[in-house]
């Protein structure tokens, strides 16, 4: 269980407007890019995003049927700014966790304690 949608709500009016600056930028964050399936619009959304590998992790706060999770599952790729870099990610493939090895050692009892345990696991694009 992710967190609750109302919190994601008011996230979306109140929250993201602030930390979207700080987002591109801070280690963990990251803004992603994605575009809407049926309006065709250009949306952001600041995420928790991870290294794996040669891969990156985002943490699904608000769980796998967010619509941004939608728009990229349907795009198959998302454009991802992170410290200050543009990265374009693809083969996004949803992941539950429960024992969280997809995030930091330190990060793993925050999303404990949220009951965060989906992701959406990518690769670069490369080329």
């Known amino acids: 269980m992710a ?6 709500r ?3 009016v109140a929250t993201n407007h602030v930390l979207a600056p700080f987002a591109a930028r801070l280690p963990g964050f990251a803004i992603v890019h994605h ?10 959304n600041p995420v928790n995003l ?9 943490a699904l706060m608000y769980g796998a049927d967010s619509q941004w999770v939608r728009n990229v599952q349907a795009a198959g790729r998302v454009r991802v700014v992170n410290r200050g870099r543009t990265i374009e990610l693809v083969e ?8 969280r090895s997809y995030v930091p050692a330190a990060i793993r009892p925050i999303l404990r304690a949220v009951h965060v345990s989906d992701f959406m696991v990518l690769r670069p694009r490369s080329g």
């Open 3 to 8: 967190l609750p949608k109302g919190l994601a």
């Open 10 to 12: 008011f996230n979306k």
């Open 35 to 44: 575009i809407g399936r049926r309006s065709g619009r250009e949306y952001s």
């Open 50 to 58: 991870y290294r794996r590998g040669g891969g990156y992790a985002i």
């Open 92 to 99: 996004p493939e949803l992941v539950h966790d429960p024992s």
